[in-house]
């Protein structure tokens, strides 16, 4: 059963805490994507990946860390730096034709 | 940069009425490709359209994309109330990855 796994559906993060949202998949994509969506809005690219072991900064990274040492696998670290990490975090894949396989998403919440 | 835009930001109609959403880039897109968003859920593609003045259809939405490969259009006729979600394009930036639109929320009143 192909597609795009993401953990945990809801996480919660404190005053100064790094958390790591779990992005796989098992479509072999080479291509992967993280984006941020706040209440009504669009989507806001994070990080993306092109290759293992190579990534680029999106549109909004600061506040972000992210690795790609496996095909299947696209962590994202929201660092203490970020300041306002409340939002709903989307992982997506995509392959040759560009199109892009999206993740259930994880929602973040600052307790 | 490459800036996508979508208009409206939101849309109300009455069951039954027809809808359409309008993208326009600042750029030349190789293709555009459509998304849809229901709510609490995650976006999931629609379709792909990379001809100049290609017109596709999937049942009652009709998409098209413009002559100049710098628009694109979203309509769906007799709209049900499975339709309610958030509509969204897409086109490839330079750097291979995806720049979306702000998204068009539709609601339907039953």
């Known amino acids: 059963d192909g597609g795009i796994t993401q953990s945990p559906k809801y996480l919660f993060r404190k005053e100064g805490q790094n958390v790591t949202l779990s992005c796989e998949q098992n479509?072999?994509?080479?291509?992967m994507y993280w984006y941020r969506q706040d209440p009504g809005q669009g989507l806001r690219l994070i990080y993306y990946?092109?290759?293992?072991?190579?990534?680029q900064k999106g549109d909004i990274a600061e506040g972000y860390s992210v690795s790609r040492e496996k095909k299947e696998s696209f962590p994202l670290t929201v660092t203490s730096a970020q300041k306002n990490p409340t939002a709903f975090y989307l992982c997506?894949?995509?392959?040759?034709?560009?199109?892009?396989?999206f993740g259930p998403g994880t929602r973040l919440l600052v307790l | 940069g490459q800036q996508v835009m979508q208009i409206p930001q939101y849309q109300h109609v009455q069951e039954g009425e027809d809808f359409t959403t309008y993208c326009n880039s600042s750029?030349?897109?190789?293709?555009i490709q459509w998304y849809k968003q229901r709510p609490g859920g995650h976006p999931v593609f629609l379709i792909q359209?990379?001809?100049?003045?290609e017109v596709k259809k999937q049942k009652r939405l009709t998409f098209q994309f413009g002559e100049a490969k710098k628009n694109s259009s979203l309509h769906i006729t007799a709209t049900q109330t499975t339709d309610v979600g958030t509509y969204f394009c897409?086109?490839?930036?330079?750097?291979?990855?995806?720049?979306f639109g702000a998204g068009t929320r539709l609601t339907v009143k039953p």
């Open positions: 750029t030349t897109l190789s293709n």
């Open positions: 359209l990379v001809k100049s003045g």
């Open positions: 997506a894949s995509s392959g040759v034709q560009e199109t892009q396989y």
């Open positions: 990946s092109q290759i293992v072991n190579d990534f």
């Open positions: 479509l072999n994509h080479d291509a």
């Open positions: 897409a086109g490839p930036r330079n750097n291979n990855d995806m720049r």
